[in-house]
C-alpha cells in the first residue's frame, strides 16, 4: 500500500438548517489501501460519500482528489473517480459487454482493449457476451465495477456493495476489491453494515457517530496483540482485588463476575496487574486472556449503538 494520500477531506461540513449532519470531518486515503466507512445509523456515511462525488454540496470545507479540488475544479477531480452509489445502473436488454461500450462512450480515450482488461479483471471474461438480465445480483455487481474502471480512476467509492449478495457473492467481490487495490493502486473506500465483511476486506476503516469522526483504526492492529483484551482473572478475594487494581485501571474497566475479575485492558499491561496483585499478598488462580473481537470493540467505542 502506497503512503500517498489520492484522497483528502479537510474539515468537511454538511448542515441542513441549524441541523449539522457532517462534523468537520478531516481524512487521508491512500492509493492501494481498502478504506471502510463504519457507523450507527444516521452517522454519516452515504452523505459523507455523496459529498465526495458532488451527488450534494458540501457546507464548509474541502475535498481534494488526487491534488484536485472538488469544490474549484469539479468535472476535472470527477476524472479521477469512479463510483457505485446504492445499486448500478445498466441495461438489462444488452450484453455486459454492450454495457461496458455504452459506459465508455461518456470517457474519452477507453479503448477495447481496456474494456478487456476491466472484464479480466472482474472476472466477467466467460459471461460477457450474455444479455444481463440473466446476470445474478454479484455479476451485476462486478459489472458495475468494471464501468466504474473504464477510465482509470485514483479512487474507487462502493456505497453498500454487499446489499443482496450471498455468502459466496461477498466472498468473491471482496476478494476483487483487494486485488483492484493492490494491482491497479487504487484507493477503494466502501461502507457496509457487515462488520464482519468489513474486518475481511479493509486495511483501515474510520468510525462515524453523529456527524463526527470518532476513530481511524488499522484493521491488522485492531486484530493484534496491541489492542483491548478482556483478562478474567481467578483469585481468593475478588473485592479486595478489585480495589488494589483500581489505582492502576479505571473502576469501570474492572468488574467482579461469578466469583472472578473481569478486566479490560492491554495485553501488555497483564505483568503490572500480577506484580500488584503478588505486592496485595492476592492468592491468583488462574489467569484467562480473550481477545476482543472487533465488534466488541466497535460498540465500545461507540458506546453499544448499532454499527450499520
Given at each position: ?176 476489491l483487494r486485488h483492484l487495490a ?27 457517530q453523529t456527524g463526527r469522526l ?95
Open positions: 500500500m502506497s503512503e500517498e494520500a489520492v484522497l483528502q477531506l479537510r474539515n468537511v461540513t454538511k448542515k441542513i438548517g441549524r441541523r449539522t449532519i457532517i462534523d468537520q470531518l478531516s481524512l487521508d486515503i491512500s492509493r492501494g489501501e481498502v478504506f471502510g466507512l463504519l457507523g450507527p445509523n444516521g452517522a454519516g456515511k452515504t452523505t459523507t460519500i455523496r459529498m465526495i462525488v458532488g451527488l450534494i454540496s458540501m457546507t464548509k470545507g474541502e475535498v481534494i482528489i488526487n491534488g484536485v479540488s472538488v469544490r474549484k475544479q469539479f468535472e476535472l477531480a470527477m476524472t479521477h473517480v469512479g463510483a457505485i452509489v446504492e445499486n448500478p445502473e445498466m441495461y438489462k436488454f444488452l450484453t455486459g459487454y454492450q454495457n461496458l461500450l455504452q459506459a465508455a462512450r461518456k470517457h474519452s480515450g477507453v479503448t477495447k482493449e481496456r474494456i478487456r482488461e476491466v472484464i479480466e479483471l472482474v472476472g466477467l471474461q466467460h459471461r460477457i457476451h450474455e444479455k444481463v438480465k440473466r446476470y445474478s445480483l454479484g455479476m451485476r455487481q462486478r459489472l458495475g465495477i468494471a464501468q466504474s474502471l473504464l477510465h482509470r480512476p485514483s479512487v474507487l467509492i462502493l456505497d453498500e456493495p454487499t446489499n443482496g449478495l450471498d455468502p459466496a457473492g461477498i466472498r468473491e467481490l471482496r476478494e476483487y493492490r494491482e491497479e493502486g487504487i484507493a477503494v473506500i466502501v461502507s457496509s453494515h457487515l462488520l464482519s465483511e468489513m474486518e475481511l476486506m479493509c486495511d483501515r476503516v474510520a468510525v462515524l470518532i476513530d481511524v483504526r488499522s484493521v491488522h492492529e485492531m486484530k493484534s496483540a496491541g489492542g483491548k483484551h478482556q483478562i478474567l482473572i481467578e483469585v481468593s478475594e475478588p473485592e479486595l482485588t478489585k480495589e488494589a487494581l483500581i489505582s492502576l485501571l479505571p473502576a469501570e474497566h474492572i468488574a467482579i463476575r461469578g466469583g472472578r475479575l473481569e478486566i479490560t485492558a492491554e495485553r501488555q499491561r497483564i505483568p503490572e496487574l500480577i506484580r500488584a496483585l503478588v505486592h496485595a499478598e492476592i492468592d491468583v488462580y488462574g489467569i484467562h486472556v480473550v481477545q476482543q473481537s472487533l465488534e466488541e470493540q466497535f460498540l465500545e467505542i461507540t458506546r453499544g449503538e448499532q454499527i450499520v
